[in-house]
């Protein structure tokens, strides 16, 4: 596609369900990142693929959070047994370049925007 | 946690001003990027400025940047009405690796 695509849209989850939140990189992007933006704050990094390898996940909050990439391309986030404090907008971006983000420019999809009641 | 601080949190303006938005910064960086949020929106990005740089234009935006006292500034010439958004800043630098580190953003709200 022309962008990073990511679905659902919004989703209401209740408190103790499991939520997955897919996102469809701009084809050919080597490069996938997962942030998560609380309301009224700046986007926080969640993990890092380069192709199928994630090979930074420092920002996943707690072992409720799992992300994957299986075959380099389609990412998902997982989130087990959600919380209120997981209530935000979970933002995915790509980049073509293998360099991760030093110098580059990434592309962000429009996000999901969890709500969890 | 963020290692960027942006002031002011909240910009209104008339349309035809300028409108400014600085972004300061904690660590050694890379580089610096700046990107506007509309609301509801994803994030796009308008402007990289490396460590080595001092200024840069893109159209009515002007980016500067003090890697000295660790700040850089966004000017948005001649605003207009669909500038009316979130403006981030984010850096890269060495010790976070793969990850881009975000301020809290200024809001920004230019009326006709």
Redesign the interface.
């Known amino acids: 596609g022309a962008g990073?695509s990511q679905s659902p849209r919004y989703k209401v989850a209740k408190r103790g369900q499991d939520v997955a939140l897919r996102c469809d990189p701009i084809s050919g992007h080597v490069?996938l990142?997962w942030y998560q933006q609380a309301l009224?704050?700046?986007?926080?990094?969640l993990t890092?693929f380069q192709n199928e390898a994630q090979?930074?996940k420092?920002?996943l909050p707690s072992d409720r959070f799992f992300a994957e990439r299986p075959e380099g391309s389609v990412s998902t986030l997982k989130i087990q047994r959600t919380q209120q404090e997981d209530s935000a907008v979970y933002?995915c971006?790509s980049s073509p370049h293998s360099s991760?983000?030093?110098?580059n420019?990434?592309?962000?999809?429009?996000?999901s925007?969890l709500t969890v009641v | 946690?963020?290692q960027?601080e942006e002031d002011p949190q909240a910009l209104s303006i008339q349309e035809g001003e300028n409108a400014t938005m600085n972004c300061s910064y904690k660590t050694s960086i890379?580089?610096l990027?700046w990107?506007r949020q509309n609301s509801?929106?994803?994030?796009?990005?308008l402007i990289?400025i490396?460590s080595n740089e001092r200024e840069k234009h893109s159209g009515r935006l002007r980016v500067t940047l003090d890697t000295s006292k660790k700040s850089s500034s966004l000017l948005i010439t001649a605003s207009r009405a669909a500038d009316t958004a979130s403006y981030?800043c984010?850096t890269?630098a060495r010790e976070y690796?793969?990850?881009?580190?975000?301020?809290?953003?200024t809001i920004l709200r230019v009326k006709s």
């Open positions: 990073v490069s990142f009224g704050q700046g986007p926080e990094f890092y090979l930074d420092s920002g933002l971006a991760g983000v030093s110098g420019t990434i592309y962000f999809g429009e996000g925007w | 946690s963020q960027g890379n580089n990027q990107y509801g929106r994803g994030l796009v990005h990289l490396r981030f984010a890269d690796g793969n990850k881009l580190v975000f301020g809290a953003g």
